[in-house]
């Protein structure tokens, strides 16, 4: 688990690169004026030298993460491979717990989602972050808001490739062109 107290205005939220360079510069961009990143997992692709569409290789994403500098907090994928974990420096681990503005935000990948939803719940979570589906969503149930931020390399469902950003307002799922697709105010 990875714990922290996060300071800023505002903060970026993506999830399931799966090794896209491009797709992580798009986020990025989108982010432009907030240092922190939080990173919903499936970062790269079942090893670094895997190539992906666009001549690219998640070593290449794998470098890109290593040189940001700002704060970024990742939740562990399931296709996010022991061999992956070694060539990135940030620390990835199953869950990440954050506060933020006075809210307690919750982070995993999100697979057994039934078992994230309950401890979302039990601990009383103002925001819970999953990815794994590849589907931008925001559902508010009881007092905590689970969010998905879609994927930003292989979306599914109805909306294109995708990213979120968390502000003292609320939570704005956009596209990577900065298109809102969806928005739920605190």
């Not at 499936?42 to 704060?71: C, F, K, M």
């Not at 939740?75 to 620390?91: E, S, Y």
């Not at 490739?161 to 605190?186: C, K, M, N, P, Q």
């Amino acid at each position: 688990m990875t714990a922290k107290v996060v300071e800023c205005e505002r903060f970026g939220v993506i999830s399931d690169t799966h090794g896209s360079l491009p797709a992580w510069k798009a986020a990025l961009a989108l982010f432009s004026g907030t240092d922190v990143v939080l990173h919903a997992g499936d970062v790269l692709y079942h090893g670094p030298r895997n190539p992906i569409p666009g001549g690219y290789t998640p070593a290449d994403l794998a470098q890109a993460i290593n040189e940001y500098d700002g704060t970024l907090l990742i939740a562990r994928g399931n296709c996010d491979a022991d061999v992956d974990l070694m060539i990135l420096d940030p620390l990835v681990a199953p869950y990440v717990v954050l506060w933020w503005n006075g809210k307690k935000i919750i982070m995993m990948h999100g697979e057994n989602f039934p078992v994230f939803r309950r401890m979302a719940l039990d601990c009383k979570a103002d925001i819970a972050i999953s990815g794994h589906t590849h589907i931008a969503s925001v559902v508010r149930e009881e007092n905590t808001i689970f969010l998905n931020p879609g994927s930003t390399t292989i979306p599914k469902g109805k909306d294109p490739a995708s990213a979120a950003l968390i502000d003292y307002l609320g939570i704005s799922i956009l596209t990577l062109d900065g298109v809102l697709l969806h928005r739920e105010e605190f």
